[in-house]
């Protein structure tokens, strides 16, 4: 019985652990560029800001703005995914596979 108590009681710290760690992933955040287009995103994998330059859209040709808007996005989560699992790996002390994981 004092054996499950202290794996339940590590399950939790664990938990705490995690949930920290997914909070400071969403304080670093990564930009990508396409074109006119910047993307930002954090590393908990939402995005954050969305610019581009006057005259990035040109009603005459949406599907270019609509190309580098997808390519930026694209970029900026890779980047987040890539930089997620790197800290992921530093913050949890060596918990093998535990990155993936959760990043899936």
Do not use: H
């Amino acid at each position: 019985m004092a054996n499950m108590f202290s794996m339940m009681k590590k399950a939790a710290a664990m938990q705490l652990k995690m949930r920290r760690i997914q909070k400071e992933l969403g304080r670093i955040e990564l930009e990508a560029k396409s074109g006119d287009v910047t993307v930002t995103a954090s590393c908990d994998m939402a995005v954050k800001r969305i610019r581009w330059e006057p005259g990035a859209y040109d009603p005459a040709r949406p599907e270019r703005f609509e190309k580098m808007l997808v390519a930026a996005t694209n970029s900026a989560l890779e980047q987040a995914k890539k930089r997620a699992s790197e800290e992921m790996a530093k913050m949890s002390g060596g918990l093998e596979g535990l990155a993936e994981k959760m990043l899936g």
